[in-house]
């Protein structure tokens, strides 16, 4: 994964490890394995993780933990990720993008807005699982954009066990009726030959 931002920001996505973010602010540990991608700054900052990826041809889901400390304060949800928006700017958002837009682009270079936070969410949440279905982009490269800014107040931003995965076929109820009763009379059948 590759980091970007505004200029002027005065933090950035850090690994994490253990129980504290990078400038010493208490956080839960990564949910799965030793580390997490998370922000940390001591200044206001707009800052940008981003991946590209194939999606394969079969159908295929993202999946990934996040976890949000915006201290005590509102989120500001803008359409900008500019960290001197004014007045105020305090979001986070994960969007999926065409590869050819600007990384800061929030318009039409973003193919599928997966998260971002609103005025009125909770400002701090534990690790949460956020999915989403890349079906519709099979075959093609798209960029994975993890977006964080704020110019209010610290906000720590993790994001932890990124999965893309085919999701399992789950039969429907009246199917597995079915399948249980051809069973149990194959059953009855092998007893009666028995």
């Known amino acids: 994964m590759d ?8 933090g950035t996505w850090f690994v994490q490890t253990g129980t504290t973010s990078q400038f010493g602010v208490p956080v839960p540990a990564p949910p799965e394995g030793t580390f997490a991608a998370m922000t940390d700054q001591i200044g206001p900052t707009s800052t940008i993780l981003y991946q590209d990826i194939a999606v394969p041809s079969t159908p295929t889901v993202l999946s990934f933990d996040l976890y949000i400390n915006n201290g005590n304060i509102a989120f500001f949800s803008p359409p900008t990720l500019d960290l001197t928006f004014p007045p105020d700017n305090q979001q986070f958002r994960m969007d999926i993008m065409n ?27 534990g690790y ?26 610290v906000l ?8 893309l995965r085919t999701p399992v076929p789950t039969l429907a109820l009246p199917m597995l009726l079915a399948r249980r009763v051809l069973l149990a009379g194959a059953a009855v059948w092998k007893l009666r030959l028995a």
Do not use: H, K, M
């Not at 990384?103 to 009125?120: A, F, R």
């Not at 720590?156 to 999965?163: D, K, S, Y």
């Open 99 to 125: 590869t050819a837009a600007p990384l800061t682009d929030v318009g039409s270079g973003v193919l599928l807005n997966v998260y971002q936070t609103n005025p009125g969410d909770p400002p701090v949440t």
């Open 128 to 153: 949460t699982i956020v999915t989403a279905n890349l079906s519709a982009f099979a075959g093609q490269t798209v960029r994975l954009r993890f977006a964080a800014v704020d110019n209010d107040e």
């Open 156 to 163: 720590e931003v993790g994001c932890a066990n990124l999965q």
């Open 3 to 10: 980091c970007g931002g505004s200029a002027g920001s005065r």
